[in-house]
C-alpha cells in the first residue's frame, strides 16, 4: 500500500463520507479554470473546521501525503492540480461569515465564502467587500492567490484587505496571525506572507477582511475611443493627476467584439474602450466625472454612456467580468493562455504597444482587456486545443509580453499567481529572491507536503 | 583576540577611517531614544553602498559578528543597541534620493534619507512622502520598524507606503524584492517580511516608496472637548461615517498643558484636543470639514479653530511631533516608558477609558497622545530616573494597559516596534505565530548575526 493509500484510509476513517474517490469529484480537482494539463487527487476532502483541517494535515504529514487546499478552482495556471497526487483540500464546506463588525469596518469569514455570498450577506450593513476577480472566487482561494480585481485601483487587492488570518501550518499547528487593529509593528509580518503564498505554506482557515461603506453616490459609465493608445494615455492622466477612480478598464476591439456576442445587449461599438466608475459624495462625484471627461476629450473620446441605474450598473460589471468568455466566444471551441502583466502606470502605453505588435506578428487572435489603473492587463491568446502548433506559438508569444513586462520594471503576474504556469519566469522576476522564497518554503515545510510543485523548487 | 575584534580588524582594512571606534560614537550607537540599557558596540561602519554592506556583512558572517543596522537611532524600544555587542552599521553615508518617477509617484532613495529630507527633495515636484513619525527618522529605520504617523489613517504606514526593496542578506547576497509595479502576485511577500523585521533578516540598502500628490486644498484645524470620551467618540463616528479624514490626533488635557509649555505660541485651551487635517479639492474639503464639524458639535466641541496658512499648520503639526517632548516638559528631568497600543476603533474608547482609570490608579503622570484615527495611542508614563520604584510602577502601569489592548483584540505596538522593550508581550499576542517568526529567522539568519536578541528568541 502507497504511502498516500495509507493516508486516505486514515482519512476515511476521520472524516466517513466527507472523503470522496468518486471519479467526477476526482476529475473536477484535478483541472483547474485554464489550459494546464490535468491530474487527479487521490482523494477529495471535505473538512468541517480549523481543527479538523489540523487533523488532516497531522494525518497526511505522518504519510508524507501532498495535501492541495481547493477553494473553487477559478484559479489559472494549473494552481489546485496535484502533480505529485495527493489530498485536494475542497474549502466548500467552511462556508459560513462569522461576524460582520460593522463599527470597525471588518468581517470575519471561514475561506469557502464567497465574493458574492459575502457581499450578499453584507446587504443590510451598507457596507460591501470590494476585491471583485471575474469568477466568483472563494476568499480563502482569492487570499491565496493574491486576488484583485476591478476595484483594486481605490480599494486595493486581497493584500491591503486581509488584515488577521487563521492557518493550520503543515504540521498541524494552528496559528493566528495579525490582529483586527489597523496597524501594527509586533514581528513579522506572517499575514502577508501567508496571503498570495498559493497554500504552499499552510492552510487558511479563517480570514479577516476589510470592509468599505457604500458610497452615497456611485456613477459607472462607458466611453470609447479610436485606438487603444488614446485609451490608455487617458488612463494614466487620470491615474496620475490623483482622481480617485474606482474602477478604470480596458477592452481592446477584439474584446469587444467578443462581449458583443456574448452580453448583446449592452450594444456598445466595436472600438476599443474604458469602461469607469465614479465613487464619492453627490458633489465629489460630479466633480470626477467632469475632471475625468475634460481628459477623455483630449483624447478624443466618444459615445461616453452613464450608467446610474443599479441594474444597468449591474449588468454592465457582470459583463466585466465575463471577459474571459467573450474573449473565447470569438472563437468556438478554443482554448486560451493568459498573460498577466502589471507594469509601473507610465510604462503602461509602451507595455501595451509593445504587446499589440507581437500580437500582429504572430498572427494569433489575442484581445486585450485590464485592470489599466493598477498598470495591469491580460491577452487571452486564443487557440485550437486540438493544434499543438498552435499551444507552441501562443507560449511563445506569452514569453515575449512577459519579457517585455519584466524590462519595463514590472512583474509578469499583477493577480493570478504563479501556480505551475508561471514558475519558468521567477527566476528572471526575482534572481536570488527566489531562492530565499525556497529557503522560507523548507523552513515552514521541511517534508514539502502543502501544495508541492507551485511557486518554488522546494 | 575575540572574533568580534577580528571582525573589526577585518573591517578596518575594508573601511579605514569608516570604521569608527572612537568613545563618543560607540556611545552614540550605543543607546535609543527611549529608556532602555545602554551598550556599546565594538565598533560603527559607515558603509557607502549595496556592494560594501555585502562586504561588511561577509565578514562579520565569517567571525560570527553581530551587525546592527542604525538608521539615526530614533526608536524606542531598544531596538539599536548591541546587546550582543558587535558592528552597528551607520547608514547615514547612504543619503541620496536615486530617483524621482513624477509619472509613476513613487522614489528610489537610500536607506539613510530621512523623511523631512525627502520631502525638501520633493518639494518642486508637487509630490509628497506621507509617512511621519514624530522624529526626522531614516527610510531605512522606518521601514524596519514598520512606522507610521498622522496620517497613516489616510495614505497608510510603511506597510502600505514601501513597493520594493534591495536587502542584503544574512550570509551577504544582494536580493531585490517586489517592483515598481503597484500589484503582483508573483510569490511570496518578501516586501512585507523584510519591513518590519527591525534589521533582524538583513539589512535593507535601498527603498522604492509610493508618493501622492499634494492635495489642491489642506485645511488643518484644533477643537476642544470638556472630556477624553467626547473627543474618543467624535473620532469613532468620524471615521466610521467613511470621513477621509489625512489626520485625526488625540492630546488628553495632560500633553496639552505640556505643549503649552515646549510651544506656547499655540496657546491652546488645557482641554482634551483633536487635531485635525482635512486634503481633498477646496469643493471636496469644505463638505467634509462640515461633516466633521456636525459631529464634533453633537459631542460638545469648543474652541473649534482652523489653520489654513501653511505656516499655521507647520506650527501645528511641529509641536504635535513634539508631543512626546511636550509630554516629558512636565516634570524636568524625567525619562519616559512609553505604551503603543492599537485596537480596533470599535474598542477605542473602551481602552482609552482603561487606559485612564489605571493611570489614576498608579499616581503616575501619564500625558496621552494618539493617531486615534487608527486606533493608536501612546501614554508616557513619566518617572523619576533616580527612583527604581516608578520604573517599576511605570512597567507595572504598562503591563495593565497593554493586557487591556490585547483582551480588546489589539495589539501593543502600532507602530513603535519590538526591539527587546516589548518581546515579553509577544508570547500573549502572538501564541505559537511567535515560534513561526522564530522558525523563519533561523532559516534566513541560522548563525544569528543579524541584531541578535530583538523581536523573536533564536
Ligand atoms: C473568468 C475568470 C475571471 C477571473 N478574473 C480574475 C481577476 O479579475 N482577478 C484575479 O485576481 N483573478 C481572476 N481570476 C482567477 C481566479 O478567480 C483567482 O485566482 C481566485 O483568487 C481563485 O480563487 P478560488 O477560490 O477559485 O481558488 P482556487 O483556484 O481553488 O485556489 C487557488 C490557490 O489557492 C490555494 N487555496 C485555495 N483555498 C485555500 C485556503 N483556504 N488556504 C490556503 N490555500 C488555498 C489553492 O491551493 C491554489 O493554489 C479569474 C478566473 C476566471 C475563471
Ligand atoms: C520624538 C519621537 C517621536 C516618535 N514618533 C513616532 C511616530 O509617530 N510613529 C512611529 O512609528 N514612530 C515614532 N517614533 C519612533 C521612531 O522614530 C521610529 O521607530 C523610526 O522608524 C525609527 O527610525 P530610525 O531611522 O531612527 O531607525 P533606528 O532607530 O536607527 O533603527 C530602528 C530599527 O531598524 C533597524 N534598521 C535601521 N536601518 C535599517 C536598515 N537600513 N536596514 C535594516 N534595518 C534597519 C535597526 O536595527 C533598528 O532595529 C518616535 C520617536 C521619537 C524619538
Redesign the pocket.
Known amino acids: 500500500m502507497t504511502s498516500h493509500q495509507q493516508a486516505v484510509d486514515a482519512l476515511r476513517d476521520l472524516l466517513g463520507d466527507r472523503l470522496s474517490t468518486g471519479p467526477s469529484i476526482l476529475d473536477l480537482h484535478g483541472r ?2 485554464a489550459y494546464s494539463t490535468p491530474r487527479a487527487p487521490d482523494a477529495v476532502a471535505f473538512p468541517d473546521s480549523t481543527e479538523e483541517v489540523s487533523e488532516i494535515v497531522r494525518i497526511c504529514a505522518r504519510h508524507g501525503c501532498p495535501v ?9 495556471e494549473g ?2 492540480i496535484p502533480v505529485q497526487g495527493g489530498i485536494s483540500l475542497d ?1 466548500s464546506r467552511m462556508n459560513r461569515v462569522l461576524k460582520v463588525n460593522e463599527r470597525d469596518l471588518d468581517a470575519v469569514v471561514q ?1 469557502g465564502v464567497t465574493r458574492t455570498q459575502l457581499n450578499r450577506e453584507l446587504r443590510a450593513t451598507g457596507l460591501m467587500f470590494t476585491v471583485d ?3 466568483d ?2 476568499l ?3 487570499a ?2 493574491r ?4 476595484n483594486a485601483v481605490r480599494y486595493g487587492t486581497m493584500r491591503e484587505n486581509v488584515l488577521a488570518l487563521t492557518v493550520v501550518l503543515p504540521d498541524g499547528r494552528i496559528i493566528r496571525t495579525g490582529s483586527r487593529a489597523r496597524k501594527s509593528s509586533a514581528g513579522y509580518d506572517l499575514t502577508h506572507l501567508f496571503v498570495g503564498a ?2 504552499t505554506l ?4 479563517e480570514l479577516t477582511v476589510r470592509l468599505f461603506g457604500v458610497p452615497e453616490r456611485i456613477h459607472a459609465a462607458t466611453c470609447a475611443f479610436e485606438d487603444v493608445e488614446s485609451a490608455v494615455d487617458t488612463v494614466i492622466l487620470a491615474i496620475q493627476s490623483g482622481l480617485p477612480m474606482a474602477r478604470i478598464e480596458l477592452l481592446d476591439d477584439f474584446q469587444m467584439k467578443g462581449m458583443n456576442l456574448l452580453s448583446p445587449e449592452l450594444d456598445l461599438p466595436e472600438k476599443p474602450h474604458l469602461f469607469l466608475e465614479f465613487h464619492g459624495t453627490e458633489a465629489g462625484v460630479g466633480e470626477q466625472v467632469e475632471t475625468f471627461r475634460d481628459i477623455a476629450e483630449a483624447h478624443g473620446v466618444s459615445d461616453f454612456r452613464t450608467a446610474t441605474r443599479t441594474e444597468d450598473r449591474n449588468r454592465l460589471w457582470e459583463a466585466r ?2 471577459a ?2 467573450a474573449a473565447k466566444a470569438l472563437m468556438p471551441g478554443c482554448s486560451a493562455v493568459l498573460t498577466d502583466c502589471c507594469v509601473p502606470i507610465s510604462a503602461l502605453a509602451e507595455c501595451i504597444a509593445r504587446a499589440k505588435s507581437e500580437i500582429a506578428s504572430s498572427g494569433l487572435i489575442a484581445p486585450i482587456v485590464g ?1 489599466v489603473g493598477d498598470g495591469n492587463f491580460h491577452l487571452s491568446i486564443l487557440i485550437d486545443p486540438e493544434n499543438p502548433d498552435d499551444f507552441a506559438r501562443a507560449k511563445d508569444l506569452a514569453t515575449r509580453i512577459n519579457a517585455a513586462a519584466l524590462d519595463l520594471g514590472g512583474t509578469v503576474t499583477g ?3 504563479v ?1 505551475t504556469g508561471k514558475m519558468r519566469y521567477m527566476r528572471a522576476e526575482h534572481g536570488e529572491g527566489w531562492d530565499l522564497m525556497a529557503q522560507i518554503k523548507r523552513a515552514i515545510d521541511p517534508a514539502n507536503i502543502m ?1 508541492p510543485g ?1 511557486i518554488v523548487e522546494a
Open positions: 483547474d479554470a492541495v487546499p481547493f477553494g473553487i478552482g477559478s484559479s489559472l494552481h489546485v474549502m475561506p476577480p471575474g469568477a472566487a472563494t480563502g482561494g482569492m491565496s492567490t486576488a484583485s480585481g476591478t498559493e497554500g499552510g492552510i487558511i482557515t467580468h465575463n474571459y468568455f485592470h493577480e493570478h499567481g501556480g501544495n507551485k
